[in-house]
């Protein structure tokens, strides 16, 4: 298993931005596929983004897709959700994860791998 550490949340006002980040150890960063997932008080956890281990190919929730941004550093082992204009729906706890699989997946059963969580919210 890989052990994650997530940071970068906090309070921004709406239209705002937010670099999350997602610290990786244990198991060859590389070789996992990431996702974003966020959880918002009263609501089902919901998968925000994701990026492959194969080719960086990178799937979005529609409700983020052209605000926010996965990327990865394999040499950091971490992997970072950028969020611009953000709204006040966007207010959750965001939670990095790994998968082993290999295709871009948004199935939170085949992330093996979560993180603590880190609190996200947008003030109107």
């Known amino acids: 298993q890989v052990q994650l550490v997530e940071s970068g949340g906090g309070l921004v006002q709406a239209g705002g931005s937010l670099r999350l980040s997602c610290a990786a150890s244990?198991?060859?960063?590389?070789?996992?596929?990431m996702g974003w997932f966020r959880q918002a008080p009263g609501k089902e956890r919901e998968f925000v983004a994701a990026?492959?281990?194969?080719?960086?190919?990178?799937y979005y929730a529609d409700s983020v897709k052209g605000r926010f941004t996965i990327s990865r550093d394999n040499a950091k082992s971490t992997v970072y959700l950028q969020m611009n204009t953000l709204k006040p729906e966007d207010t959750a706890i965001y939670y990095c994860?790994?998968?082993?699989?290999?295709?871009?997946?948004?199935?939170?059963?085949?992330?093996?791998?979560w993180g603590q969580g880190t609190q996200v919210t947008v003030s109107s």
């Open positions: 994860a790994a998968t082993q699989v290999k295709f871009i997946t948004i199935t939170q059963r085949r992330y093996t791998s």
């Open positions: 244990g198991r060859t960063f590389s070789n996992y596929g």
């Open positions: 990026i492959s281990s194969s080719d960086d190919s990178t």
